[in-house]
């Protein structure tokens, strides 16, 4: 039966899978229907805008469906879950829809409350989605969302991935280990553009200001995309700090190491990170071609002239130690411990 006009509601406190199995077969059983997200700043564990953003992703190939914010002030659930909340908000919903409401969708988890009936019957038929059908809550992707990566549609997954960077300085090891643990956790990563930036200058030491904002600015720009195809865990190899230090060592004039400070400084701040991953100079330095000898010569005063610019900003990193397999398993450790992700989904 096709009705003309339906309503489904909820807080999508995050928008899951089952949300959009329910939303898709109330779309096709009504000319119009009306997603009323609920929201409340004192009580949400994520914004309405970015549930709002979501969920217009889900269904912007649905014309039918038509997004409505409404506002409630209970505090918490517990106080949202009484005959005035819930009464108001259907009058709020009526309201907004402002005409009649032939078909409410619920879950049936409410089968037998008798809550949906009493606030839209009999003017509105009470239609039941099986919970069972996609067995996950909410609640549950709220607890810990890696035990549920599944469930979680892939434009809600970036806000739950967890970042790892991994720093340190010259032929630590960095691009090898990054790659090697995405492929352990069949996720992606992130590779330094420093690298192919220098290979265009054809050395280090005649690298110029605009090299150093090409990187920040690409650098950021490819974590922003790659996120949004990991696989619970993003690893990132190299950041703005580093780049940060490269630019006072290298370049010259004051001015324009001020100009890369002023890009950098921006990017540091709104950067991110769950885990980081400083590798000490304890393998052997190799020379590709790129790489600059006077931090060669000294690898440990560099290496500790990075750290001290994420002290300087209150960073904690990990420092890491031994040889290639020693980095990769104390990493795994680490990424447990600290991120309480493994290799067994």
């Known amino acids: 039966m096709r009705y003309k006009v339906g309503m489904y509601g909820g807080s999508f406190d995050p928008?899951?899978?089952?949300?959009?199995?329910?939303?898709?077969?109330?779309?096709?059983?009504?000319e119009e229907l009306y997603v009323m997200i609920s929201w409340c700043e004192e009580r949400e564990s994520t914004s309405k805008e970015l549930r709002y953003r979501w969920i217009h992703n889900s269904c912007m190939h649905l014309p039918n469906v038509k997004l409505i914010m409404i506002e409630d002030k209970a505090v918490d659930k517990e106080t949202y879950n009484t005959d005035y909340y819930w009464e108001k908000g259907a009058a709020d919903i009526k309201a907004e829809i402002g005409k009649p409401i032939d078909a409410v969708f619920c879950g049936s988890d409410y089968l037998g409350t008798n809550r949906f009936e009493?606030?839209?019957c009999p003017d509105s038929k009470v239609i039941y989605f099986d919970r069972q059908e996609v067995p996950i809550s909410s609640t549950d992707i709220?607890?810990?969302?890696?035990?549920?990566?599944?469930?979680?549609?892939?434009?809600?997954?970036?806000?739950?991935?967890?970042?790892?960077?991994v720093v340190g300085g010259e032929s630590t090891g960095k691009s090898t280990l990054v790659q090697n643990?995405?492929?352990?956790?069949?996720?992606?990563?992130?590779?330094?553009v420093g690298r192919d930036v220098t290979e265009v200058a054809g050395c280090e030491d005649l690298m110029i200001m605009e090299d150093f904002l090409e990187i920040l600015?690409?650098?950021?720009?490819?974590?922003?995309?790659?996120?949004k195809d990991s696989n619970r865990i993003?690893?990132?190899?190299?950041?703005?700090?580093?780049?940060?230090?490269?630019?006072?060592?290298?370049?010259?004039?004051?001015?324009?190491?001020?100009?890369?400070?002023?890009?950098?400084?921006?990017?540091?701040?709104?950067?991110?990170?769950?885990?980081?991953?400083?590798?000490?100079?304890?393998v052997a330095f190799v020379q590709d071609g790129t790489r600059n000898e006077i931090i060669a010569a000294d690898r440990e005063m560099y290496s500790n002239q990075i750290k001290q610019l994420f002290d300087e900003i209150g960073l904690r990193y990990n420092c890491i130690t031994g040889d290639y397999l020693d980095r990769f398993n104390k990493s795994k450790e680490l990424i447990k411990e600290q991120l309480d992700i493994d290799t067994v989904w």
């Open 181 to 192: 643990l995405a492929l352990a956790y069949n996720t992606n990563f992130v590779s330094e």
């Open 234 to 282: 993003l690893f990132i190899d190299t950041d703005a700090i580093t780049t940060k230090f490269y630019s006072h060592f290298l370049l010259n004039n004051s001015e324009e190491i001020a100009k890369c400070d002023a890009l950098a400084n921006a990017i540091i701040h709104i950067n991110s990170f769950d885990l980081i991953l400083f590798l000490e100079p304890t």
């Open 118 to 120: 009493s606030l839209y």
């Open 217 to 227: 600015l690409r650098h950021k720009m490819k974590e922003m995309e790659a996120i």
């Open 142 to 165: 709220r607890g810990w969302a890696m035990n549920h990566w599944d469930y979680i549609p892939k434009v809600c997954k970036p806000y739950y991935t967890k970042k790892v960077l």
């Open 15 to 30: 928008l899951h899978i089952g949300h959009i199995h329910d939303i898709i077969r109330a779309a096709a059983m009504c």
